[in-house]
Antibody, heavy 123, light 107 residues
Framework: QVQLQESGPGLVKPSETLSLTCAVS?????????WDWIRQPPGKGLEWIGS???????YYNPSLKSRVTILLDTSKKHFSLNLRSVAAADTALYYC????????????????WGQGTLVTVSS | DIQMTQSPSSLSASVGDRVTITCRAS??????LNWYQEKPGEAPKLLIY???SLQSGVPSRFSGSGSGTEFTLTIRSLQPEDFATYYC?????????FGGGTKVEIK
């Protein structure tokens, strides 16, 4: 059973960088699949932030691309999210998830999710 | 970006009812459509992938259909644990996008 767990500060000041890590257990992040970040502002729907493949190729939402970096650390079994120059609109519940795409190219589905971590942007 | 439109945005139903939720894509997405269930305080849970494949462990009262631009999620006989918010999501291309959600409430 693949497990994912987000960690990072729950409060970030405006204009600073939001940094989160997702630890992956019982699965090697370098052996396959995509590793994604998704967020959900309070009371709103889900927004895809971006992903990184097991080989390190990244895909970002154009709406956030200029501010986002996703990295993969196969030795430490985690991947991370950096979102720069945050504002109040970045306040959200941030999820990490595995996007599984067996025989589907990159047309996968999110089959394992972390529990989510709430990040508030406020001074 | 591919826009995903769900309808209705909310519905009230009783235990035992048959419930159908529709998801429309702004362009053809083949069958690259997934459905998730979200309950308060929990991460979304995958129900259906590639439009009609039931995720392991998901009760068979859930089913999905459709292709191209129109898709449906059906709950054959609503159970108390099914009251939740449901989201569709396209994986045809990036940016991956979700529908706005359908909240299923108790009548």
């Amino acid at each position: 059973q693949v497990q994912l767990q987000e960690s990072g500060p729950g409060l970030v000041k405006p204009s600073e960088t939001l940094s989160l890590t997702c630890a992956v257990s019982d699965y090697s992040v370098g052996s396959g699949d995509f590793w994604d970040w998704i967020r959900q502002p309070p009371g709103k729907g889900l927004e895809w932030i971006g992903s990184i493949s097991h080989s390190g190729t990244t895909y970002y939402n154009p709406s956030l691309k200029s501010r986002v970096t996703i990295l993969l650390d196969t030795s430490k079994k985690h991947f991370s999210l950096n979102l720069r120059s945050v504002a109040a609109a970045d306040t959200a519940l941030y999820y990490c998830a595995r996007r599984h795409a067996p025989g589907l190219g990159d047309h996968g589905y999110f089959d394992y999710w972390g529990q989510g971590t709430l990040v508030t942007v406020s001074s | 970006d591919i826009q995903m439109t769900q309808s209705p945005s909310s519905l009230s139903a009783s235990v035992g009812d048959r419930v159908t939720i529709t998801c429309r894509a702004s362009q053809r997405i083949s069958n690259y459509l997934n459905w998730y269930q979200e309950k308060p305080g929990e991460a979304p849970k995958l129900l259906i992938y590639t439009a009609s494949s039931l995720q392991s462990g998901v009760p068979s009262r859930f089913s999905g259909s459709g292709s191209g631009t129109e898709f449906t999620l059906t709950i054959r006989s609503l159970q108390p644990e099914d009251f939740a918010t449901y989201y569709c999501q396209q994986s045809y291309n990036t940016p991956l996008t979700f529908g706005g959600g359908t909240k299923v409430e108790i009548k």
